[in-house]
C-alpha cells in the first residue's frame, strides 16, 4: 500500500516542495491549515506529516511544537531542511520594465526588499495567503503583474521565471520535520527533541542543573529555547535539541537526571540528523 504523507497545501509551496523531496513516490495529501494536517495525522487519515518546524529567520513555528507537547501519538521521525529560494514568476514574455503589480505572502514580499526596492520600486506590492496562490493567480492575471514563489509552483504552473535567488538573506533555510506514529531506531548520527518545565519555576539554578548533565557526559546541544506556558509570568516551557539518539546510554543517563528538576517532560522525536540541505 502506497504511504500517505500529510503537508501543508496548495501544490507548489515550500511545505509542498519539502514532501515531494522527501516522499516523491507516496500519496501526497494537501491540506488548507497546519491545524488540518496534524489533525489528519492524530486521528490516523494519514500514515506522516511533513510541516515547518523552524526557519532560520523567523525561529519556531510555535504551532507545531505545541503539537507536538500535547500529542498522544505524534513524533518527529525525520528532518528535512530546505533552502528558500524565491523566485520572480511571470507570465511568458514578460520583462522587468513591464511589471506594474507584485503579488505573494507578505513574508515572501518582506523577505524580497532589496530587489523588490532595486528592480521594481514603481511595482504595487499585493500580498496573499501563499506563495503558491500568488502563482495561481498569475495565470489569470495580465502581462503588469508578477508573483514571487517557489520554483516548483513556477513548474506546476507552467509560467517561466525571470530571477531566482532574489532574497535578502541567501543563508534563509527552513527546517521541516517528518511527523509520524512510529519512532526512529539508531542510526549512529541522531538528534533528539525534548520538551520540559520545572516543578519549582522560581528555585535559583535551574537551567544550570538541568543542562548540566548533558555537559557532563559530552552531549552536544544544537538548540534550547524557552516560550511562556500560559500558567502564568514566570512560568516557561523549555525546547531543547541535542546531538544522540534515546537508546543511547548517555543520553539516557542524562535524560534521567534532568527529570529530577521538572514537572513536564516529553520526547517529542528522537531522528536522524539531515544531511546536508535538500535541493534539487
Same mark, same amino acid.
Given at each position: 500500500?502506497?504511504?500517505?504523507?500529510?503537508?501543508?497545501?496548495?501544490?507548489?509551496?515550500?511545505?509542498?516542495? %519539502?514532501?515531494?523531496?522527501?516522499?516523491?513516490?507516496?500519496?501526497?495529501?494537501?491540506? +488548507?491549515?497546519?491545524?488540518?494536517?496534524?489533525?489528519? =495525522?492524530?486521528?490516523?487519515?494519514?500514515?506522516?506529516?511533513?510541516?515547518?518546524?523552524?526557519?532560520?529567520?523567523?525561529?519556531? *513555528?510555535?504551532?507545531?511544537?505545541?503539537?507536538?507537547?500535547?500529542?498522544?501519538? %505524534?513524533?518527529? $521521525? &525525520?528532518?528535512?531542511?530546505?533552502?528558500?529560494?524565491?523566485?520572480?514568476?511571470?507570465?511568458?514574455?514578460?520583462?522587468?520594465?513591464?511589471?506594474?503589480?507584485?503579488?505573494?505572502?507578505?513574508?515572501?514580499?518582506?523577505?524580497?526588499?532589496?530587489? =523588490? +526596492?532595486?528592480?521594481? @520600486?514603481?511595482?504595487?506590492?499585493?500580498?496573499?495567503?501563499?506563495?503558491?496562490?500568488?502563482?495561481?493567480?498569475?495565470?489569470?492575471?495580465?502581462?503588469?503583474?508578477?508573483?514571487?514563489?517557489?520554483?516548483?509552483?513556477?513548474?506546476?504552473?507552467?509560467?517561466?521565471?525571470?530571477?531566482?535567488?532574489?532574497?535578502?538573506?541567501?543563508? $534563509?533555510?527552513?527546517?521541516?520535520?517528518?511527523?509520524?506514529?512510529?519512532?526512529?531506531?539508531?542510526?549512529?548520527?541522531?538528534?533528539?527533541?525534548? +520538551?520540559?518545565?520545572?516543578?519549582?519555576?522560581? +528555585?535559583?539554578? =535551574?537551567?544550570?542543573?538541568?543542562? @548540566?548533565?548533558? %555537559?557532563?557526559?559530552?552531549? $552536544?546541544?544544537?538548540?534550547?529555547?524557552?516560550?511562556?506556558?500560559?500558567?502564568?509570568?514566570?512560568?516557561?516551557?523549555?525546547?531543547?535539541?541535542?546531538?544522540?539518539?534515546?537508546?543511547?546510554?548517555?543520553?539516557?543517563?542524562?535524560?534521567?537526571?534532568?527529570?529530577?528538576?521538572?514537572?513536564?517532560?516529553?520526547?517529542? &522525536?528522537?531522528?536522524?540528523?539531515?544531511?546536508?540541505?535538500? *535541493?534539487?
Amino acid at each position: 500500500m502506497t504511504k500517505t504523507v500529510a503537508f501543508l497545501g496548495p501544490e507548489g509551496t515550500y511545505t509542498d516542495e %519539502a514532501s515531494y523531496l522527501y516522499a516523491p513516490d507516496a500519496d501526497r495529501i494537501p491540506f +488548507a491549515s497546519l491545524a488540518l494536517v496534524t489533525s489528519a =495525522l492524530e486521528t490516523g487519515q494519514v500514515d506522516e506529516a511533513v510541516v515547518p518546524i523552524e526557519n532560520s529567520l523567523g525561529g519556531t *513555528v510555535i504551532e507545531i511544537v505545541d503539537f507536538l507537547i500535547t500529542s498522544k501519538k %505524534a513524533q518527529i $521521525n &525525520g528532518e528535512i531542511l530546505l533552502p528558500i529560494d524565491h523566485c520572480l514568476i511571470t507570465r511568458p514574455g514578460v520583462q522587468l520594465g513591464d511589471i506594474r503589480v507584485v503579488m505573494s505572502k507578505q513574508e515572501a514580499l518582506t523577505q524580497c526588499r532589496k530587489f =523588490l +526596492a532595486r528592480e521594481l @520600486r514603481f511595482a504595487e506590492l499585493i500580498p496573499t495567503t501563499s506563495t503558491a496562490l500568488a502563482v495561481v493567480e498569475l495565470k489569470e492575471a495580465d502581462d503588469r503583474t508578477a508573483a514571487i514563489g517557489p520554483r516548483r509552483s513556477a513548474e506546476l504552473a507552467g509560467l517561466p521565471i525571470l530571477a531566482h535567488g532574489i532574497q535578502d538573506r541567501q543563508d $534563509n533555510v527552513t527546517r521541516f520535520a517528518v511527523l509520524a506514529s512510529n519512532g526512529s531506531k539508531p542510526t549512529g548520527n541522531d538528534k533528539t527533541s525534548i +520538551a520540559f518545565d520545572f516543578d519549582r519555576p522560581d +528555585a535559583p539554578g =535551574l537551567v544550570y542543573g538541568a543542562l @548540566r548533565p548533558f %555537559a557532563d557526559r559530552g552531549i $552536544n546541544l544544537t538548540k534550547i529555547e524557552s516560550r511562556p506556558t500560559g500558567k502564568g509570568m514566570g512560568n516557561y516551557i523549555f525546547l531543547l535539541d541535542f546531538e544522540g539518539h534515546v537508546d543511547e546510554q548517555h543520553v539516557g543517563e542524562a535524560i534521567a537526571e534532568l527529570k529530577k528538576f521538572t514537572s513536564t517532560f516529553k520526547v517529542l &522525536g528522537t531522528y536522524p540528523i539531515a544531511q546536508g540541505l535538500s *535541493v534539487r
